[in-house]
């Protein structure tokens, strides 16, 4: 993104109130009244005449004639021409997508090699697919055909069968998507075709509550005005409804009667559900489009009869299907660290390999003369006439196959099944993480979501959180407090079971319950005090100095409707459900009026002039033809916006004591907006629309200007130690206000977005890093989408140290991509955040038991887990690689093919997934309790350089005990080769499961199982190897396991090779306890369980997670 | 995975539905095992169950190491090397041409008997530096043909060993040509000493693996001899020799029975071993001993189980000693909170 260019055109679109203002206000007004603040001037407010002009809306809505001018060409080699009405030609040039939509992967013919293709995607298969290769070479054959190829076979059918039955179910969905039907223009009428049918270039005639069958251009809809409301629930999530304009040029044609031609040039198919630029060639004229002038596939349309545009977009172009794709693949910071590791493993291996290799050609240039009589060699082959080498390539090859050989056999030193396991425990740590019911939100119904499924474990290792505040703090939900109107303070509400509104007809009520200040109730009721009309004029403000669509529901009670306020803020909502249960009910709002029912008396206002609200300004402003024919301009916003408009000269002691009541409303954490009015003459009226005029040709570029509102529309964002403020409360834009604590040694820094810019524009970011890393806490205000993914950018280039970001909203969906983690809420702003993220939940409280508990629990059990995986396949490997050393290095094994592949399948595998998805290092409740519990991972307490080297050691000690054991004690007897090695497969197998049994810190049944039972299944698999007579081991372990030898071995060897591994253990636990260890003994010793669970303060965790 | 259609409903959590009735509600089912609270047992290593855990392994592990060194010791063991010996002197400088022509390779042996033996004595011979377990070696074998008189022709795997010119080699591999064929007989103040050579191979074996109505043809006919020849007359499952042999030992120092002298030995006995010394061990510098020993409970005369027993369970014992130590020379209240890092140094981490 070009957000450099991107700021210029804003700043330029900023100077567009500024010049109104110099044009037409800072003039003093005196019927001032309203709410808290008295009186105003009133200023860039747009205009339209009364009643007969189509009325401008603000920002969104200032079109067509001012902007085509200086509206950015779309240059021909990125535009996309249709025809509007003639799909024949529009499609004739470029072959655009139809309708029909595929979001199955695979047909029956590709499925096989596509699915393999993309499987071998995987580096882990590759390698097994090379080794099995290898193994099928005739000299390099050490392990049998199937025994080599099994795995590889096992996991790919697994997988392609998971693979086969989600398709399966996606070619269903869009069959199903496919056939449904619409009314598509065709010869001058409307018929129903199929949806796949449906060409670019079409008109399309949508119904009320249908679904969109792909992107168009409104031409035209039932409203007069052109207006179109959708709801976006399936694109977005948000469930308010959204208008959407057909352009004047196009509103008043019926297609049906008069052919409409036309051309529109668009932009390419992108995935911005948000933006869309085009421009619409029609009757000669040249008309701009941007995207309140879109529908998109997906939408629902409501509240309109019906609705006509042309596709521009079909299938797999539609924004909704290109949005349709997963979460970015992420890899966990525990699995990059693994790399690493791994790398080491490869290194061991081919030492390992170039050892044995090197070896084995020592050793043949020793016995050089001597391999031609050698029984066990025989270099010749006499079988024919004449004698060939048999099976020998000279001295260089030898030694090459042997290192190839070396590499199969030693293969699981890289330990391949590890990324299955952590896969398969991975996917268990999310099915608990879901399933928790402590992180089931009930307000929204929705469960805790994993939606990357590859990094559960970074959870256990955040060290910085980013966290948006406005919504996710607040939850957004906003409700009406109190209110303080022409100086008087009206703050006792409380519920209410008081009906609001009788009116004729069925009973209208609103949908949601306000808690109500009688006093302010019966002074809304008598509008003939002075008082009363301040009220009258406050509460006519809030009903209607809005963009809130009213939704009539009904009701199980014929006699009783609801009403339903729509909107895209949370704080218009609340205010208009406050007016209406005050007896301001807002009916009927259309492009061109609003029905307020006032105390039951419905009561028409024309909207002559409306600006929405943007965070410049900070100010919404709408002009209405009152019934007494007065025209009044009413306005809420910022009390900083708003007290700079306000006439000074007027009561200074309301306006003191309304300064006064604000604040101490703000104090008490709650949100605050203003609210103001002015009455308008005819000539002021006048005035103001022709500068509106003026301004309006001024504007530089409308996708700029919108992009300007969007990127402000969210406040600051905080790094660190937030405090929870639930019970924010309604009334006033999120503005700056951010919540401190104070703390005795905590330090706060408050960067606001204006001086980040610069920071990050210049190369002060390394003393902003330095600074921000002593701070507990850091708050950010007023920062765009981008500043915030700068600002995490910024702590993720400089630290190695996880990040985390948590937001609710579009914009903060750059940063919740940029952060290692990102979460987002499933809250009101709609689903562009939670779509973005790696995990969503509904409340932002969830975070604790998230981090604390199951971040926690995920990467101890996966670090643990890892480094398992590590020591169970280079113990094996290790044992494997002492033999043969004893085999004149030629990489036999007495351990069988099957048992080699079946020890990381099925002798370990089952017991380390268990543990990895089951065993828990302490309960929820100390982790709660004990919120710096959570440092282990922050530290990387649980998996380091270290640690590994340390596993490293007690592998190599304990492999030297498994192997060398059975050797000594068997040196110079008649044991026979599969016998030992049937000792040593049990041994090992014995050995590493005991192992973990020795870590494991909670025993379950299904822990006991997955233990005593991969060495119960071991033992029959061992003895199945050995029934069968083809098999050169046949009844060997019967053999050796009827003498005493074998018994003692076992035992020796486990006992021996874990003591070292036993005496360190508790050496550290008793001398050198880490906090974990403590916390456990607590926990077991000391029980003191307190009751309120998970109910902690979130103080000490913000502590934990600022501290560096 | 995240396949939804954008069409399909995703059932936003709209304020919309807020007054209907939740008809589904995605409440997670209440289980111990989703919530993470099935009951377990968390053991922890107090100092009692440290100490007890080393005292009891080193209770065990020590009569055990005893018993067993006592075992091997009571196991009586005669070795005698003659590879070298059984050369004559003249030839000595080329024992692989002396081994390779068809002079006589009588040899014959004096053993005196240390200790009573009781019956039954095992003999064995005893090969070093024989790489059985060699890859060109332990493959070169038909499982198959060896089992299944009709396999004859499955000698896939037996190379370079698999046919002659007048067909397939019964037993077909290099393992089977190699056979060992230096002979013993024993005599005690000149009188015979019977070796019983019946059941020296195992049962399964017998039974299983090499067939009954299996007979060796074509063997040793090759340009190369490997070794011994066998008695085309007899199954393969009698050959029990040849089934001895081809139990591929573990390791390239390694016994095989011969046979068993049914008759107990006394202190001082001497016994005259008249062998054939056939067996081409010269061309890799193999070295081949005569053994005669009798077992215990444990097998042959092997010290080294009994003494690592004993090792690890007095190392045992004296991590025992060490940690009661520990634990008298720093107690610490297992689970007291003021050893947590946070409460040792309070603030610290604050002010970091």
């Given at each position: 993104?070009?957000?450099?260019?991107?700021?210029?055109?804003?700043?330029?679109?900023?100077?567009?109130?500024?010049?109104i203002?110099n044009?037409?206000?800072?003039?003093?007004?005196?019927?001032?009244?309203?709410?808290t603040?008295?009186?105003?001037s009133?200023?860039e407010?747009?205009?339209?005449?009364?009643?007969?002009?189509p009325?401008r809306?603000?920002?969104?809505?200032?079109?067509s004639?001012?902007?085509?001018?200086?509206y950015?060409?779309?240059?021909?080699?990125?535009?996309?021409?249709i025809?509007?009405n003639d799909?024949?030609r529009?499609?004739?040039?470029?072959?655009?997508a139809g309708?029909?939509?595929?979001?199955?992967?695979?047909?029956?013919l590709?499925?096989?090699?596509?699915?393999?293709?993309?499987q071998f995607?995987?580096?882990a298969?590759?390698?097994?697919?090379?080794i099995?290769?290898?193994?099928?070479?005739?000299?390099?054959a050490?392990?049998?055909?199937?025994?080599?190829?099994?795995p590889?076979?096992f996991?790919l059918?697994?997988t392609?069968?998971?693979?086969?039955?989600?398709?399966?179910?996606r070619?269903?969905?869009?069959k199903?998507?496919?056939?449904?039907?619409?009314?598509v223009?065709?010869?001058e009428?409307?018929?129903?075709i199929?949806w796949?049918?449906i060409?670019?270039g079409?008109?399309?005639?949508?119904?009320?509550?249908?679904?969109l069958?792909?992107d168009?251009?409104l031409?035209?809809?039932?409203?007069?005005?052109?207006?179109?409301y959708?709801?976006?629930?399936?694109l977005?999530?948000?469930?308010?409804?959204k208008?959407?304009?057909?352009?004047?040029e196009?509103q008043?044609?019926?297609?049906e009667n008069?052919?409409i031609?036309?051309?529109?040039?668009?932009?390419?198919p992108?995935?911005?559900?948000?933006?869309f630029?085009?421009?619409?060639?029609?009757?000669?004229?040249?008309?701009?489009?941007g995207p309140?002038?879109?529908i998109?596939?997906g939408?629902?349309l409501k509240?309109?009869?019906w609705?006509?545009?042309?596709?521009v977009?079909?299938g797999?172009?539609?924004?909704?299907?290109?949005?349709?794709?997963?979460?970015p693949?992420?890899?966990?910071q525990?699995?990059?660290?693994?790399?690493?590791?791994?790398?080491?493993?490869?290194?061991?291996?081919?030492?390992?390999?170039?050892?044995?290799?090197?070896?084995?050609?020592v050793?043949l240039r020793?016995h050089?003369?001597?391999?031609?009589?050698?029984?066990f060699?025989?270099?010749?082959?006499?079988?024919?006439?004449?004698v060939?080498?048999?099976?020998y390539?000279g001295?260089?090859?030898?030694?090459?196959?042997v290192?190839?050989m070396?590499?199969?056999?030693?293969?699981?030193m890289?330990p391949?099944?590890?990324?299955?396991?952590?896969?398969l425990?991975r996917v268990?740590?999310?099915?608990?993480?879901?399933?928790?019911?402590?992180?089931?939100?009930e307000a929204?119904?929705s469960?805790?979501?994993?939606?990357a499924?590859?990094?559960?474990?970074?959870?256990?290792?955040?060290?910085?959180?980013f966290?948006d505040?406005?919504?996710?703090l607040?939850?957004?939900?906003?409700?009406f407090q109190?209110?303080?109107?022409g100086?008087?303070d009206?703050s006792?509400?409380?519920?209410?079971?008081?009906d609001g509104?009788?009116?004729?007809?069925p009973?209208?009520r609103?949908?949601?319950?306000?808690?109500?200040?009688?006093?302010?109730?019966n002074?809304?009721i008598?509008?003939?005090?002075s008082?009363?009309r301040?009220?009258?004029?406050?509460f006519?403000a809030?009903?209607?100095?809005?963009?809130i669509?009213?939704l009539?529901?009904?009701?199980p009670?014929?006699?009783v409707?609801?009403?339903?306020?729509?909107?895209?803020?949370?704080?218009e909502?609340?205010?208009?459900y406050?007016?209406?249960?005050y007896?301001?009910?807002?009916?009927e709002?259309?492009?061109?009026?609003?029905?307020?029912d006032?105390?039951?008396e419905?009561?028409?206002?024309?909207v002559?002039?409306?600006?929405?609200?943007?965070?410049?300004?900070?100010r919404?402003?709408?002009?209405?033809?009152?019934p007494?024919?007065?025209?009044?301009v009413?306005?809420?916003?910022?009390d900083?916006?708003?007290?700079?408009?306000?006439?000074?000269?007027?009561?200074?002691?309301?306006?003191?004591?309304?300064?006064d009541?604000l604040h101490?409303?703000s104090?008490k954490?709650?949100?605050?907006?203003?609210?103001?009015m002015?009455?308008?003459s005819?000539?002021?009226?006048?005035?103001w629309?022709?500068?509106y005029?003026?301004?309006?040709?001024?504007l530089?570029?409308?996708?700029?200007?919108?992009?300007s509102?969007?990127?402000?529309?969210?406040?600051s964002?905080?790094?660190?130690?937030?405090?929870d403020r639930r019970?924010i409360a309604?009334?006033?834009?999120?503005?700056n206000?951010?919540f401190?604590?104070?703390g005795a040694?905590?330090?706060?820094l408050i960067?606001?977005?204006?001086s980040?810019?610069?920071i990050?524009d210049t190369d002060l970011e390394?003393?902003?890093?330095?600074?921000?890393?002593?701070?507990?806490?850091?708050l950010c205000c007023?920062?765009?989408?981008?500043q915030?993914?700068?600002?995490?950018?910024?702590?993720?280039?400089?630290?190695?140290d996880?990040?985390?970001?948590?937001?609710?909203?579009?914009?903060?969906?750059s940063?919740?991509?940029?952060?290692?983690?990102g979460?987002?809420?499933?809250?009101?702003?709609?689903?562009?955040a939670?779509?973005?993220?790696d995990?969503?939940?509904?409340?932002?409280?969830?975070?604790?038991?998230?981090l604390?508990?199951?971040?926690?629990w995920?990467?101890?059990r996966?670090s643990y887990m890892?480094?398992?995986n590590f020591?169970r396949?280079?113990?094996f490997?290790l044992v494997l690689?002492?033999?043969?050393?004893f085999?004149?290095?030629?990489?036999?094994?007495?351990?069988?093919?099957?048992s080699?592949?079946?020890?990381?399948?099925?002798y370990?595998?089952?017991p380390?997934?268990?543990?990895g998805v089951?065993?828990?290092d302490?309960?929820?409740t100390?982790l709660?309790?004990?919120?710096q519990?959570?440092?282990?991972g922050?530290?990387?307490?649980?998996?380091?350089?270290?640690?590994?080297?340390?596993t490293?050691l007690?592998?190599?000690?304990?492999?030297?005990?498994?192997?060398?054991?059975p050797?000594?004690?068997y040196?110079?007897s008649d044991?026979?080769?599969?016998s030992?090695?049937?000792l040593?497969?049990?041994?090992?197998?014995?050995?590493?499961n005991?192992?973990?049994?020795m870590d494991?810190i909670?025993?379950?049944?299904?822990?006991h199982?997955?233990?005593?039972?991969s060495i119960v299944?071991?033992?029959?698999?061992?003895?199945?190897?050995?029934?069968?007579?083809?098999?050169?081991?046949?009844w060997?372990f019967f053999?050796?396991?009827?003498?005493?030898?074998?018994?003692?071995?076992?035992?020796?060897?486990?006992?021996?090779?874990?003591v070292?591994?036993?005496?360190?253990?508790?050496?550290?636990?008793?001398?050198?306890?880490?906090d974990i260890?403590?916390?456990r003994e607590a926990?077991?010793?000391?029980?003191?369980?307190?009751?309120?669970?998970a109910q902690?303060e979130?103080?000490?965790?913000?502590?934990?997670?600022?501290h560096? | 995975?995240?396949?939804?259609?954008p069409?399909?409903?995703?059932?936003?959590p709209?304020?919309?539905?807020?007054?209907?009735?939740?008809?589904?509600?995605?409440?997670?089912?209440?289980s111990?095992f989703?919530?993470?609270e099935?009951?377990?047992?968390?053991?922890?290593?107090?100092?009692k169950w440290?100490?007890s855990?080393f005292?009891?392994?080193?209770?065990v592990?020590i009569?055990?190491?005893?018993?067993?060194?006592?075992?091997?010791?009571?196991?009586?063991?005669?070795v005698?090397?003659y590879?070298?010996?059984?050369?004559p002197e003249e030839?000595?400088?080329?024992?692989?041409?002396?081994?390779?022509s068809?002079?006589?390779?009588?040899c014959s042996?004096?053993?005196?008997v240390?200790?009573d033996?009781?019956?039954?004595i095992y003999?064995?011979y005893?090969?070093d530096?024989?790489?059985q377990?060699?890859?060109?070696?332990?493959?070169?074998?038909?499982?198959?043909q060896?089992r299944?008189?009709?396999?004859?022709?499955s000698?896939?795997a037996?190379?370079?060993e698999?046919?002659t010119?007048s067909?397939s080699?019964v037993?077909c591999?290099?393992?089977?040509?190699?056979?060992f064929?230096?002979t013993y007989a024993?005599?005690?103040?000149?009188?015979?000493l019977?070796?019983n050579?019946?059941g020296i191979?195992w049962?399964?074996?017998?039974?299983?693996?090499?067939g009954?109505?299996?007979?060796?043809?074509?063997?040793?006919?090759?340009?190369l001899?490997?070794?011994g020849?066998l008695n085309t007359s007899?199954?393969?499952?009698?050959?029990?020799?040849?089934?001895?042999?081809?139990?591929?030992?573990a390791?390239?120092?390694?016994?095989?029975l011969?046979?068993?002298?049914e008759?107990d030995?006394?202190?001082?006995?001497v016994?005259?071993?008249?062998?054939?010394?056939n067996?081409?061990t010269?061309?890799?510098?193999?070295k081949k001993?005569?053994?005669l020993?009798?077992?215990?409970?444990?097998?042959?005369?092997n010290d080294?189980?009994?003494?690592?027993?004993?090792?690890v369970?007095?190392?045992?014992f004296?991590?025992?000693?060490?940690?009661?130590l520990?634990?008298?020379?720093?107690?610490?209240?297992?689970?007291?909170?003021?050893?947590?890092?946070?409460n040792r140094n309070?603030g610290?981490?604050l002010a970091?």
């Amino acid at each position: 993104m070009d957000s450099n260019s991107q700021t210029e055109i804003n700043e330029n679109s900023y100077q567009v109130p500024g010049f109104i203002r110099n044009s037409s206000s800072r003039r003093s007004i005196s019927s001032i009244q309203s709410k808290t603040s008295g009186g105003h001037s009133i200023r860039e407010v747009s205009f339209g005449e009364l009643g007969s002009k189509p009325i401008r809306h603000g920002s969104r809505g200032a079109d067509s004639e001012g902007f085509s001018a200086s509206y950015k060409e779309i240059n021909d080699d990125d535009a996309r021409l249709i025809y509007i009405n003639d799909p024949e030609r529009t499609n004739e040039k470029f072959e655009f997508a139809g309708n029909s939509i595929r979001t199955g992967k695979y047909s029956v013919l590709t499925f096989l090699p596509r699915n393999l293709f993309e499987q071998f995607h995987r580096v882990a298969y590759i390698y097994f697919l090379v080794i099995a290769i290898l193994n099928q070479l005739p000299q390099l054959a050490v392990f049998g055909r199937g025994a080599s190829i099994l795995p590889l076979a096992f996991v790919l059918l697994v997988t392609a069968i998971k693979d086969a039955y989600e398709d399966y179910r996606r070619h269903r969905s869009d069959k199903i998507e496919n056939s449904r039907l619409a009314w598509v223009l065709v010869n001058e009428q409307f018929q129903q075709i199929r949806w796949k049918e449906i060409r670019v270039g079409e008109i399309i005639k949508v119904s009320a509550n249908e679904t969109l069958p792909c992107d168009m251009v409104l031409l035209s809809t039932s409203e007069t005005t052109g207006v179109a409301y959708v709801q976006t629930t399936n694109l977005d999530g948000e469930s308010n409804l959204k208008t959407r304009y057909a352009k004047q040029e196009t509103q008043m044609k019926n297609p049906e009667n008069e052919k409409i031609s036309g051309l529109i040039k668009c932009e390419k198919p992108n995935r911005n559900i948000y933006g869309f630029q085009a421009n619409m060639d029609i009757d000669g004229k040249r008309v701009s489009l941007g995207p309140s002038n879109i529908i998109l596939r997906g939408c629902e349309l409501k509240n309109t009869e019906w609705a006509i545009g042309v596709a521009v977009f079909a299938g797999r172009e539609t924004k909704a299907m290109l949005n349709n794709s997963g979460a970015p693949s992420k890899r966990s910071q525990l699995e990059t660290r693994m790399n690493r590791e791994i790398i080491f493993l490869s290194i061991f291996l081919v030492a390992l390999c170039v050892i044995v290799s090197v070896c084995h050609g020592v050793w043949l240039r020793n016995h050089k003369d001597e391999l031609d009589l050698m029984q066990f060699y025989r270099k010749k082959d006499y079988s024919e006439s004449d004698v060939e080498n048999y099976n020998y390539y000279g001295w260089g090859m030898e030694i090459f196959f042997v290192f190839l050989m070396s590499v199969i056999v030693f293969q699981i030193m890289i330990p391949i099944s590890l990324y299955i396991s952590m896969e398969l425990v991975r996917v268990g740590q999310a099915f608990f993480m879901i399933r928790d019911n402590r992180m089931y939100d009930e307000a929204s119904n929705s469960r805790f979501q994993c939606r990357a499924l590859n990094i559960n474990e970074d959870l256990g290792q955040i060290k910085y959180i980013f966290s948006d505040k406005t919504g996710t703090l607040t939850e957004n939900k906003m409700e009406f407090q109190c209110a303080s109107i022409g100086g008087k303070d009206y703050s006792n509400a409380k519920d209410s079971n008081e009906d609001g509104q009788t009116g004729g007809g069925p009973v209208l009520r609103p949908k949601m319950k306000v808690k109500i200040d009688r006093g302010l109730l019966n002074i809304s009721i008598n509008k003939h005090t002075s008082e009363g009309r301040y009220v009258n004029d406050f509460f006519i403000a809030l009903a209607a100095c809005n963009t809130i669509v009213p939704l009539t529901v009904d009701t199980p009670d014929p006699a009783v409707k609801l009403i339903d306020y729509q909107g895209e803020s949370p704080d218009e909502q609340a205010l208009v459900y406050a007016a209406a249960v005050y007896g301001y009910m807002l009916i009927e709002r259309t492009s061109g009026h609003i029905v307020i029912d006032i105390q039951g008396e419905r009561q028409r206002f024309d909207v002559l002039g409306l600006h929405e609200f943007d965070s410049d300004r900070k100010r919404m402003s709408v002009i209405l033809g009152c019934p007494d024919k007065t025209v009044k301009v009413f306005v809420k916003g910022a009390d900083t916006s708003m007290f700079s408009v306000i006439d000074r000269s007027l009561n200074l002691n309301m306006l003191k004591a309304t300064e006064d009541h604000l604040h101490a409303y703000s104090s008490k954490g709650l949100r605050t907006l203003v609210v103001g009015m002015r009455e308008l003459s005819p000539s002021e009226f006048e005035q103001w629309h022709s500068s509106y005029e003026s301004a309006s040709t001024a504007l530089m570029g409308r996708a700029a200007l919108s992009e300007s509102r969007k990127q402000h529309r969210t406040s600051s964002q905080l790094i660190g130690r937030i405090r929870d403020r639930r019970q924010i409360a309604a009334r006033r834009p999120g503005g700056n206000r951010v919540f401190k604590k104070g703390g005795a040694n905590q330090v706060a820094l408050i960067i606001d977005g204006t001086s980040l810019v610069y920071i990050l524009d210049t190369d002060l970011e390394e003393q902003l890093f330095d600074l921000s890393s002593k701070c507990n806490v850091v708050l950010c205000c007023r920062v765009a989408p981008l500043q915030k993914a700068g600002i995490v950018a910024l702590i993720k280039n400089r630290t190695d140290d996880m990040t985390l970001a948590i937001g609710d909203g579009a914009n903060d969906v750059s940063m919740i991509q940029m952060a290692d983690v990102g979460i987002g809420i499933s809250g009101q702003e709609g689903r562009q955040a939670v779509m973005a993220s790696d995990f969503a939940m509904g409340q932002f409280r969830f975070l604790v038991p998230l981090l604390l508990v199951h971040g926690h629990w995920n990467y101890q059990r996966m670090s643990y887990m890892i480094l398992y995986n590590f020591y169970r396949n280079a113990v094996f490997v290790l044992v494997l690689f002492w033999y043969v050393l004893f085999t004149s290095f030629t990489l036999t094994t007495a351990i069988t093919d099957w048992s080699s592949v079946l020890y990381s399948v099925i002798y370990t595998s089952v017991p380390t997934i268990v543990i990895g998805v089951l065993d828990k290092d302490l309960s929820r409740t100390s982790l709660l309790k004990h919120p710096q519990l959570y440092g282990a991972g922050q530290r990387q307490e649980s998996y380091n350089g270290k640690l590994f080297w340390v596993t490293m050691l007690d592998t190599l000690w304990q492999s030297i005990a498994a192997f060398f054991v059975p050797l000594l004690a068997y040196w110079g007897s008649d044991i026979d080769g599969s016998s030992l090695g049937d000792l040593w497969t049990l041994a090992a197998v014995i050995m590493v499961n005991i192992h973990l049994a020795m870590d494991v810190i909670r025993w379950y049944r299904i822990t006991h199982a997955a233990i005593w039972g991969s060495i119960v299944a071991t033992f029959v698999c061992v003895m199945v190897i050995d029934v069968l007579p083809f098999l050169p081991g046949y009844w060997a372990f019967f053999h050796i396991a009827g003498t005493g030898l074998f018994w003692l071995c076992l035992l020796g060897i486990t006992i021996g090779a874990l003591v070292p591994r036993f005496v360190v253990k508790v050496f550290i636990q008793y001398c050198r306890p880490d906090d974990i260890q403590i916390a456990r003994e607590a926990e077991k010793f000391r029980n003191s369980r307190d009751p309120q669970d998970a109910q902690i303060e979130m103080n000490k965790f913000w502590i934990l997670l600022g501290h560096d | 995975m995240n396949s939804n259609t954008p069409s399909s409903s995703a059932g936003g959590p709209g304020s919309a539905d807020l007054a209907t009735p939740r008809r589904n509600s995605k409440r997670p089912k209440y289980s111990r095992f989703t919530q993470q609270e099935l009951p377990a047992c968390k053991p922890i290593l107090t100092p009692k169950w440290v100490i007890s855990t080393f005292l009891l392994i080193s209770v065990v592990f020590i009569p055990i190491g005893v018993v067993s060194l006592l075992a091997s010791r009571d196991v009586v063991e005669i070795v005698n090397q003659y590879e070298t010996e059984c050369i004559p002197e003249e030839s000595r400088n080329d024992k692989v041409g002396f081994i390779q022509s068809s002079q006589d390779k009588n040899c014959s042996r004096t053993l005196r008997v240390p200790k009573d033996m009781k019956q039954p004595i095992y003999v064995y011979y005893q090969l070093d530096n024989f790489y059985q377990n060699h890859r060109r070696y332990v493959k070169s074998r038909s499982d198959q043909q060896l089992r299944n008189p009709g396999s004859e022709n499955s000698t896939d795997a037996c190379e370079p060993e698999e046919k002659t010119n007048s067909g397939s080699i019964v037993p077909c591999g290099l393992i089977a040509w190699s056979l060992f064929n230096d002979t013993y007989a024993f005599s005690r103040n000149n009188q015979q000493l019977a070796i019983n050579k019946r059941g020296i191979s195992w049962k399964s074996d017998r039974d299983h693996k090499f067939g009954k109505r299996v007979y060796p043809k074509n063997f040793q006919n090759g340009t190369l001899i490997g070794g011994g020849r066998l008695n085309t007359s007899k199954p393969l499952s009698e050959q029990e020799d040849l089934i001895v042999w081809m139990r591929t030992a573990a390791l390239p120092t390694f016994r095989k029975l011969y046979g068993k002298i049914e008759m107990d030995l006394q202190t001082g006995d001497v016994i005259d071993v008249s062998l054939q010394n056939n067996y081409n061990t010269y061309s890799f510098n193999g070295k081949k001993k005569l053994v005669l020993s009798t077992t215990s409970w444990l097998g042959g005369k092997n010290d080294f189980i009994g003494i690592a027993y004993l090792t690890v369970g007095g190392l045992c014992f004296f991590l025992a000693m060490v940690f009661t130590l520990i634990y008298l020379i720093m107690p610490r209240q297992l689970g007291d909170p003021s050893y947590l890092s946070w409460n040792r140094n309070p603030g610290g981490h604050l002010a970091s």
